[in-house]
Structure formats: C-alpha cells, structure tokens
Nanobody, 123 residues
Framework: QVQLVESGGGLVQAGGSLRPSCAAS????????MGWFRQTPGKEREFVAA????????YYADSVKGRFTTSRDNAKNTVYLQMNVLKPEDTAVYFC????????????????WGQGTQVTVSS
C-alpha cells in the first residue's frame, strides 16, 4: 500500500523558513516524479514544485521561484520542500504527490497523494 506522509508544516512569521518533508512507503520515490502542491479554502490545488524521476530536474511555480527548493534523499525515500522568505500568501495546506507521467505540473496527472501539512505565515 502506497503512503505519502507530509510533516514539517507550522506557523512562521513572514520572512521565515520552513522545511516540510514527504516520507514515502510502498513505492520507491526515486522512480517517481515527486510534486508539491498547495491549496487554500475555495481554491483549486496549485502546483508549487516538482523533482523529476530521471535526472532529478526541478521545476517551480513562478510565485515561489528563487525562494523554494525541492530535493530528494533516496536513502530515506523522502522528498523535501525548503521554503525561504515566506510570505503571508504562501499560507496553505501543502501536499506531496507522486506520478510516473511526463506531466509534472498538473495535479490531475498524479496518482498518489499525502494528507497535507498546514503552513501558516503571519504578517
């Protein structure tokens, strides 16, 4: 059974940092594209970042480029999202997801999802 479990969210002041992680079980994460998405109430799930299963290429939404970095630790079967210079508009539930598709930025193309971790940035 595949499980993705996020942790590491929390409450932080604007300008601060957080590093959510996503621990995978039931799949070998290095064989999957691993994506991060976020969602606020009443809005659709939004692409944030992804790391590809081949070559570990990384992709970012324009809104987080230069501030967020995603990476993998294959030995731990875990993916991370380093979030720096956080802004109040980054407040959301952050989800990790896995797929083997060629499309990394569309939530509909992901097969497995975690339960999400809340990130709240105060001004």
């Amino acid at each position: 059974q595949v499980q993705l479990v996020e942790s590491g969210g929390g409450l932080v002041q604007a300008g601060g940092s957080l590093r959510p992680s996503c621990a995978a079980s039931g799949l070998t994460s290095r064989l999957y594209n691993m994506g991060w998405f976020r969602q606020t109430p009443g809005k659709e799930r939004e692409f944030v970042a992804a790391v590809s299963r081949s070559r570990d290429n990384t992709y970012y939404a324009d809104s987080v480029k230069g501030r967020f970095t995603t990476s993998r630790d294959n030995a731990k079967n875990t993916v991370y999202l380093q979030m720096n210079v956080l802004k109040p508009e980054d407040t959301a539930v952050y989800f990790c997801a896995a797929n083997r598709d060629a499309y990394l930025t569309s939530s509909s193309r992901y097969d497995y999802w975690g339960q999400g971790t809340q990130v709240t940035v105060s001004s």
